[in-house]
């Protein structure tokens, strides 16, 4: 086993389902493992390091973005990663509504960004974004597929 390998499978929680990553996490949910000095997703890393560099996307089939288990992994297309985020809801990792982000806004001059993640249990980093117009630029509109 050679080093990216062992820094990888040390950090992972085998179980009967899904193996997941046990160390350091992106605001967004993946694992993360760092590979020649570099960050790289750990279910990335782990596709790599069992089936070979993907063409495109590593993606899950299990949903769970922890998860590492090689079996759980596939080489998706853009599209495939598209249609997978629509159907978990476009957002998932979003803790506010599109209404307490505009009071955010409106209330920018009177509170604090402190007192603002407080009050919506979510950090300070999150009231920023907002504040800079980064996240919650506007409220997803639902579209039908034919």
Known sequence: MNKDEHRLWSKVRIGDGCW?????????GYGQVRQNG??????????????GLPKQNVLHRCNNKLCVRPSHLYDGSHQENSDDFARAGGHPQRKLTFEQAEWVRANASGTTRTQMAEMFGVTRKTIIWILQNKTYKHEPVETEKA
């Open 20 to 28: 997941e990553w046990a160390a350091h996490v992106t605001p967004y």
């Open 38 to 51: 570099k960050p790289v997703h750990a279910h990335r890393a782990a596709f790599t390091l069992t089936h």
